[in-house]
């Protein structure tokens, strides 16, 4: 049982290594703590593209308003 959960373990910090830029580069519990950042870089896009979207959603519906 503790075999096949170290095999799970490993698989999963090698496709977090690969998804994660800079993961190959450093030690699995490094690797988490650069996962967490990544993560909340992540996030924090698409918070920034959300708002963005909204703003030219805004900006068009005002445009055909004014004819334009």
Request: with cysteine; aromatic share 2%; net charge positive.
């Amino acid at each position: 049982m503790r075999r096949l959960r170290a095999v799970a373990v490993a698989r999963r910090v090698r496709e977090l290594r690969r998804l994660v830029p800079g993961g190959e580069a450093v030690p699995a519990d490094r690797l988490l703590l650069r996962a967490a950042g990544y993560v909340a870089e992540l996030r924090a896009r698409v918070e920034l593209l959300r708002a963005l979207a909204a703003l030219l959603t805004a900006s068009c519906a005002a445009a055909d308003d004014d004819g334009g």
